[in-house]
């Protein structure tokens, strides 16, 4: 029975110190921010003002090349 005691001490004493969950925590606050900051410049559906600016200038470059064929 103490064996088993000892067993299970040890093993609350490694879950204590594992920081592996933590780190994995981190990275999804990480994630989460970053998808929020693109949503936020692109907009919804993209029409933000970087949205709009990469629309315009596909735009130009589509009729650049159709006038040059």
Do not use: H, P, W
Request: net charge positive; charged share 15%.
């Amino acid at each position: 029975m103490l064996k088993y005691y000892v067993k299970t001490t040890e093993s609350l004493k490694r879950l204590r110190t594992d920081q592996d969950g933590v780190v994995s925590f981190e990275y999804i606050i990480v994630a989460v921010c970053i998808i929020g900051a693109v949503s936020a410049v692109f907009g919804g559906g993209a029409a933000g003002q970087i949205g709009t600016a990469l629309g315009g200038g596909i735009t130009a470059i589509t009729n650049a090349f159709t006038a040059a064929v």
